[in-house]
């Protein structure tokens, strides 16, 4: 009798010990919740346009700091199963000041005549308003526990995992330009004499400022454009936790495409990592790059630079 109780406590010792060598990860919850704060110090660049006036902006993080208005950033993001819905929202405004020397360009007169038309000096004051809500659902197509991918032995309390997350949404874009414009009034001269300006003036190059021939009879001006469009958008995220507390994440996406009133192309890229300072918390930073080309609002646009913030998870 007491052998074979010998032989059933080590029977059991080693279905025991089988069990936890072979035991795998525990599995992901079936749904989770966060909920983003961040801070984006990006630097811009765009053209401004509003009512044929266009002006050129390039600032840098600590010139747009210093010509920040507002900004309000974040975003949430849930998950059900393989199912993913992420929401980030970015708004800012920020003013910026241009100035164009006088310039002169050559002129043909209806009559035939050639003349120089002299425009200038100028200067332009815009107000860029720029809001944009990035909505994207997604399928988690490749979840695996790292030690999968590593090659190293599997424990039952490591977390650790790789995915990989295709994506698909809109990204929805509401940009105001007002710009105040102060020209001097425009002069036409033929043969070193002047004469009087024609009814119609053509569009002018300050370098920055760019003009319609209307506004070059002289005075102040303020004009002021409002646009409304949505980008359809394709995209991916891959993250990987590197150890229990640090994960590393890369994002990208693009889209418009020029569909219905959309840009021609908007895209973005992010890489970073996170680490988490308990069960609820995290702390992360992101190097992250946005561009949007359209042809009115803004042209050739791109924000970039580092990003900041806090995850609360549920």
């Not at 197509?141 to 295709?166: I, V, Y």
């Not at 043969?191 to 506004?215: E, S």
């Not at 908007?266 to 308990?278: A, R, V």
């Not at 609820?280 to 609002?297: C, D, E, F, I, Q």
Request: aromatic letters at 10%; one cysteine or more; charged letters at 20%.
């Amino acid at each position: 009798m007491r052998l074979l109780t010998r032989i059933g406590v080590c029977a059991l010792a080693c279905v025991t010990g089988v069990g936890v060598a072979n035991a795998l990860p525990p599995e992901p919850k079936d749904w989770e919740g966060q909920i983003k704060l961040y801070g984006w110090a990006s630097a811009l660049q765009t053209k401004a346009e509003a009512r044929g006036v266009e002006t050129t902006i390039d600032m840098s993080f600590f010139d747009l700091l210093d010509d920040l208005g507002w900004a309000a950033m974040g975003g949430v993001e849930g998950r059900y199963k393989r199912g993913l819905v992420m929401v980030d929202f970015w708004g800012t405004q920020v003013a910026s000041s241009v100035d164009g020397n006088a310039r002169a360009l050559p002129f043909e007169l209806p009559d035939g005549r050639d003349g120089l038309l002299t425009a200038g000096p100028v200067d332009a004051r815009t107000r860029l308003t720029t809001w944009f809500v990035d909505t994207k659902f997604g399928f988690r197509a490749l979840s695996l526990p790292m030690s999968k991918l590593t090659g190293s032995a599997e424990q039952d309390d490591d977390r650790r995992r790789f995915d990989f997350d295709l994506l698909a949404g809109f990204r929805v874009w509401s940009v105001t330009s007002k710009i105040h414009v102060g020209v001097e009034p425009a002069s036409l001269t033929v043969g070193g004499a002047p004469v009087q300006l024609p009814g119609i003036l053509p569009r002018f190059d300050f370098g920055d400022i760019q003009l319609p021939g209307r506004l070059l009879r002289g005075g102040s001006r303020t004009v002021e454009k409002t646009v409304d469009w949505l980008d359809p958008i394709v995209g991916f995220r891959v993250s990987a936790d590197v150890t229990d507390r640090i994960s590393l994440m890369a994002l990208g996406d693009i889209g418009g495409w020029s569909a219905g009133t959309a840009s021609d192309l908007t895209w973005q890229g992010m890489i970073g990592g996170s680490f988490d300072l308990s069960e609820h918390w995290s702390l992360t930073a992101a190097y992250r790059a946005l561009g949007v080309n359209r042809g009115t609002a803004i042209k050739n646009t791109i924000l970039y630079g580092p990003q900041f913030g806090a995850v609360f998870r549920f």
